[in-house]
């Protein structure tokens, strides 16, 4: 069936460098994502989402990349710092599936001090 | 705080026992979410509202499981004769509607002993 998976489930970085989260998906219809931050024990946070119409988009520190062709999202933390240490996960949306979002499995980043 | 508010935080239960959890929206916001996480996976998605419809379930939602929005505001879902297997973080989001923003509560962790 349609579903979202990430790469890689853990990733760890040195305090300072810059941090790349994929994640793929398979729902060509799906034109609207978003990554969440999960620390543990609390919800899914919001940090940054993008439509389909675009394949680029930045925040603070953080720039999420979407490249439609082949069905890949990717989240880059700018200069990761120890609060970053979470995991990670991307969600789709979809007209066609209602609007819900549908989760990956998340990647699970730790920032080394 | 006029983030999404999920009572009670956490739940501990004898299995056959009912419980319930609440959950208030962003106060604008007309669509309202629920989901399941267990350790180690990312949120999977139970059932959601347009203002007071229940417009989809999940295969997830057993008839054990029931979720109410009778005012369009505030939700509840409600587990009847728990199982140790119901034993999850259950996450609230809301939105303003279909491809936008969702944004969690902090969830409310059931244990079924």
């Known amino acids: 069936g349609e579903s979202v998976g990430l790469h890689l489930p853990t990733l760890s970085v040195q305090e300072g460098d810059n941090s790349i989260i994929n994640c793929a998906y398979s729902?060509?219809?799906?034109?609207?994502f978003i990554w969440y931050k999960q620390e543990s024990g609390k919800g899914p946070q919001f940090i940054i989402d993008?439509?389909?119409?675009?394949d680029k988009r930045q925040g603070q520190r953080v720039t999420v990349l979407l490249n439609k062709t082949v069905k890949h999202l990717s989240l880059q933390i700018a200069a990761t710092q120890p609060g970053d240490s979470a995991v990670y996960f991307c969600a789709e949306n979809s007209y066609n599936q209602g609007g819900k979002l549908i989760f990956g499995q998340g990647t699970e980043l730790s920032v080394k001090p | 705080d006029t983030g999404v508010s999920q009572n009670p935080r956490h739940k501990i239960t004898k299995r056959g026992q009912n419980v319930t959890f609440r959950c208030d929206p962003i106060?604008?916001?007309?669509?309202l979410y629920w989901y399941r996480q267990t350790l180690g996976q990312g949120p999977e998605f139970l059932t959601y509202?347009?203002?007071?419809?229940?417009?989809?379930k999940s295969r997830l939602l057993s008839d054990r499981f029931s979720a109410e929005r009778p005012k369009g505001s505030f939700s509840t879902l409600e587990i009847q004769r728990t199982e140790q297997g119901d034993s999850a973080m259950y996450l609230c989001?809301?939105?303003?509607?279909?491809?936008?923003?969702?944004?969690f509560g902090q969830g409310t962790r059931l244990t079924v002993v």
């Open positions: 729902n060509s219809a799906s034109d609207y």
């Open positions: 106060s604008e916001h007309n669509r």
């Open positions: 509202f347009q203002n007071e419809a229940q417009l989809e």
């Open positions: 989001a809301s939105s303003l509607g279909e491809g936008r923003e969702a944004f």
């Open positions: 993008i439509r389909s119409n675009m």
